[in-house]
């Protein structure tokens, strides 16, 4: 293949173009703050999970101390109509006066078992309620942590997809002027590769293995026209000659 030795120049140009582009790439995929984001993301998750454990149990404990409530009330309403009839003791026995005495230390007895019961239950209540609170400000600390990654993800995503832009543009132009052959055969070495498609060769040397080749090869290229396309023997690149060897 041949192209004139100006043409194959840009060629270097272009490679170092397109290695900004991949780094660029690269480094859009390594910005620090998107492994520090799924950490944050995966925080705000388990948070916002026992959030909502602790809000069921909370209802459930509500539905506990509303049943507790209404258990020490229903004993507390039949103890004080017990105490108003013996208070009264209209057409009452003493068998009847004594059975009801006795019923009302059961009652008193049964009120102070229940008001145990509804305590130990309010307690659970109390700390399940504390226990959301601080669930709760974990949850905003986290997802503030998880806006604040999310807004330096972006600004530096967005920074490095600007500066691909400003690259791109003279990509452009010197695609415009390099030969389509030329430029089918840099872009299938460079994709089959690792990125280099061509490169500097001097004294000797490739520029993209960076090994120097023998001295059949190096002679062959010295006597190659400046307008015939050479390559490396070992890596394939275009070697792209900016002065003559020695």
């Known amino acids: ?42 925080r705000l998750q388990q948070v916002s999970d026992d959030v909502v454990r602790v809000e069921t149990g909370l209802s459930d404990i509500r539905r506990e101390v509303e049943r507790a409530e209404s258990d020490v009330q229903q004993v507390r309403d039949r103890a004080a ?20 005495q006795h ?24 700390g399940a309620e504390a226990r959301l609170t601080e669930l709760t400000t974990e949850r905003d600390a986290a997802q503030a942590e998880v806006d604040r990654l999310t807004a330096e993800r972006d600004t530096a995503v967005g920074d490095l997809d600007a500066e691909r832009v400003e690259v791109e543009r003279p990509r452009a132009d010197l695609v415009g002027g390099i030969d389509d052959k030329l430029l089918a055969l840099y872009d299938r070495i460079r994709d089959s590769s690792g990125g280099l498609g061509a490169a500097e060769f001097t004294h000797g040397r490739c520029g993209g293995c960076r090994l120097e080749l023998n001295p059949v090869d190096v002679s062959a290229i010295e006597r190659a026209a400046s307008d015939e396309v050479v390559r490396c023997e070992e890596c394939g690149r275009i070697l792209v000659r900016t002065h003559t060897e020695s």
């Open 1 to 42: 293949m041949k192209a004139d030795p100006f043409v194959q120049a840009r060629l270097l140009e272009l490679q170092a173009l397109d290695t900004r582009l991949q780094q660029i790439d690269h480094a859009r995929t390594r910005v620090p703050q998107i492994a520090a984001l799924a950490e944050a993301r995966t």
């Open 81 to 100: 109509r017990d105490q108003a009839r013996l208070e009264a003791g209209t057409g009452m026995t003493s068998r009847d006066l004594t059975s009801l």
């Open 103 to 126: 019923e009302l230390q059961t009652l008193a007895r049964r009120q102070a078992e229940l008001e145990d019961v509804e305590i130990e239950v309010m307690e659970r209540q109390e």
